[in-house]
């Protein structure tokens, strides 16, 4: 694909909402090297620019319960199927979720998740969710967020009626791919989640892990999959292997090859918000700052569910570094 091939789909996407790549395109752009991948992250980041012109947002999570997971996801520290040494509580009180939340807010996290282990929480669980999200709304500017495994409808509704805005629950990987990672439950179980928590008027929050040993053509799957939802934003992780679960020698993607995803991504989800995750500093260790040029919107701040994450004040010089230079006046 010739350099101004890429500058013309870019113009497309940016004048058109309605437009949107095809399938054989997506596979053309996972074949850019050189030259070429430095042109599609420049058009990634314009489309950003042009589609989503609001400052870089951040989102902090808290581990609200730990371990003893029934399912057997292939890369989870948290799973009961393997065996890493990691941390295990049941659900935090609600005391402790609303001063996270606080310690959250005052740092400057535009987001916060409560995040749980396991398939999904029971209804008295989900009640202290609510409790301590109707105290963090009144305490707090930040938007909350929920990652809370499975969903019925009804505590879909209550979640939201507490105050919780976002609801995440990620794919993973494709549905191709999937039956390689977990099969303790059915790809359509956490389709089904994604949809009772929209009906419930929640923002769906959905993305996956990259490096699970997928195709390209799975991670363009993938994001096609995601478009089709309609999710609100897209939260990208990268894989950390941990000694103890099936994952555990699989080989780290390259800092390039995780570029390239972020703005394969953004080509193909082009208004929708873009969030890296977990293993950013793992993959792309001294290419972090490249996430924006690469079209992401958001970026996960603080520590990660059972792994550190970066200095939270090298996260935000970074933002900041970005936003002065390229951010539109």
């Known amino acids: ?104 807010d005052a740092h400057g996290a ?74 303790t439950h059915p790809y359509a179980s956490d389709i089904d989640t994604l949809r009772a928590a929209g009906a419930a008027g929640l923002a769906v929050c959905s993305g996956g892990i990259l490096g699970l040993g997928e195709s390209w053509a799975q991670r363009v799957e993938l994001a096609f999959t995601l478009r089709d939802l309609n999710v609100t934003r897209i939260p990208l992780n990268f894989l950390i292997p941990i000694a103890g679960t099936r994952l555990a020698h699989q080989p780290p993607i390259t800092p390039m090859d995780a570029l390239k995803s972020i703005a394969l991504f953004r080509f193909i989800n082009p208004r929708t918000d873009i969030t890296i995750c977990g293993g950013r500093g793992h993959v792309l260790q001294d290419y972090q700052s490249w996430i924006f040029m690469a079209g992401a919107n958001g970026v996960m701040v603080g520590n990660y569910l059972t792994t550190p994450g970066r200095d939270l004040e090298a996260d935000l010089r970074m933002i900041q570094a970005w936003e002065n230079t390229f951010a539109q006046k």
């Open 1 to 104: 694909m010739q350099n101004i091939d890429i500058i013309t789909l870019a113009d497309r996407i940016i004048a058109d909402e309605t437009d949107t790549i095809s399938t054989e395109t997506a596979l053309m752009l996972t074949a850019l090297s050189g030259q070429g991948l430095i042109d599609l992250l420049a058009a990634a980041s314009r489309i950003r620019r042009a589609c989503l012109p609001s400052p870089i947002f951040t989102c902090a999570i808290l581990n609200a319960k730990s371990g003893k997971c029934s399912q057997d996801c292939a890369f989870c520290a948290q799973s009961a199927h393997h065996h890493t040494g990691i941390d295990t509580y049941p659900l935090m009180k609600k005391s402790a979720l609303v001063a996270n939340a606080l310690a959250a």
């Open 110 to 183: 535009t987001f916060f998740s409560m995040v749980t282990s396991g398939e999904r929480l029971s209804d008295e669980e989900i009640d202290t969710i609510c409790h301590a999200a109707s105290e963090i709304r009144e305490k707090t500017r930040l938007t909350l967020c929920g990652s809370l495994g499975m969903l019925s409808a009804g505590q879909a509704a209550a979640l939201r009626e507490s105050g919780l805005r976002n609801y995440h629950h990620n794919l993973e990987t494709a549905e191709s791919f999937f039956d390689h990672i977990c099969t």
